[in-house]
């Protein structure tokens, strides 16, 4: 049995759709106010819980071989993102958990002091690290599927909005992709106690998203680029009154000055170990909007 978190998001959802194909058991751990209906109709046992919650982390982890923590915080990343992955860890330690995949991020080992996500996750790969369990710590780049979005509103206006340096650079990974390494990760033995950066297979610089969307819809881009001051602004503002958003913002921010993007020795280590050939972002884009 294979325990996912954050089944319903963006990873999570492939994660379980590929579990399924292959018929295996999976436990979906989902919030009651979560779109888990497709997963259900997969197949897949759904479990209501919340991941805030001790008990709930407890009850989900009982009786499975696989845990795969996919699950993302919103603005709490304290409480999600770090205490809710030391949680799920104790626990698989004490169900003789098989494997653990811990989805962390690319660049969690930089020390962005701003950046809490980023803090969390290079807290818990430590911990899963020294856990003594079998693990997997893939830290992806940007995810493809995020663009979505982005490219149906420049599909109906033509406008994209870059805020920062356009010529930072970040290597987007094909949403599917990482799905497929997130399970395969679990039964290949070059994966196993590996650390591994996971990026597309080409470098892009920010302003190249537009430019991709342009070739897509056939539509000259209008990019609008502000500096990154503009979400200092933003922050000192939502810091008067909402200071968990503020902090948010922080990685946010770390997000929108910084480059995230794999070397080619480490994308041909994971073509390598994975067996694949990582897709393009237009690939995934076109697939998708089916253009
Ligand atoms: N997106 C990126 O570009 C990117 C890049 C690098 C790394 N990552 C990491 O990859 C992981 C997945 O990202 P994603 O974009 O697939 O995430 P996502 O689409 O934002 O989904 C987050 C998931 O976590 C669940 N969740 C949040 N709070 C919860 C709670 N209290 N209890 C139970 N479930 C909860 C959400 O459930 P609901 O449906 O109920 O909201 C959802 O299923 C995250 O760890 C993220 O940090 C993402």
């Excluded at 989900?60 to 992955?85: M, P």
């Excluded at 070739?215 to 209008?222: A, G, L």
């Amino acid at each position: 049995m294979f325990l996912v978190t954050g089944a319903t998001g963006g990873i999570g959802r492939r994660v379980v759709r590929l579990l399924r194909q292959q018929e295996k058991s999976v436990r979906a751990f989902v919030r009651l106010t979560s779109r888990y209906s497709e997963l259900e109709h997969r197949g897949a046992d759904i479990f209501i819980g919340d991941l805030h919650r001790e008990k709930d982390i407890e009850k989900a982890t009982q009786g499975v071989q696989y845990i795969i923590s996919t699950h993302g915080s919103g603005s709490d990343s304290l409480s999600i993102d770090y205490r809710a992955n030391i949680e799920l860890i104790d626990q698989a330690k004490a169900h003789g958990v098989e494997h653990f995949v811990f989805i962390s991020v690319l660049g969690s080992e930089r020390g962005y002091e701003d950046a809490l996500v980023f803090k969390a996750k290079r807290e818990v790969e430590r911990y899963l690290v020294n856990s003594g369990l079998n693990y997997t710590i893939l830290r992806p780049s940007g995810l493809a599927s995020n663009l979505l979005p982005l490219a149906e509103q420049f599909r109906e206006t033509g406008l994209y909005l870059l805020i920062g340096d356009p010529k930072n650079r970040s290597s987007i990974v094909s949403t599917d992709d990482l799905a497929r390494i997130v399970v395969d990760a679990v039964t290949f033995a070059e994966a196993r106690n590996q650390i591994l950066p996971v990026g597309g297979p080409e470098i892009l610089q920010r302003e190249d998203i537009p430019r991709i969307f342009g070739r897509i819809f056939n539509k000259e881009p209008i990019v609008i680029n502000p500096p990154v001051l503009v979400i200092d602004g933003l922050r000192s503002a939502i810091g008067l009154f909402n200071p968990q958003t503020q902090t948010a913002l922080g990685t946010y921010r770390t997000l929108l000055s910084n480059e995230f993007f794999c070397t080619k020795d480490e994308i041909t280590k994971l073509e390598k170990i994975f067996g694949f050939q990582l897709e393009t972002l237009e690939s995934f884009l076109r697939r998708y909007l089916a253009v």
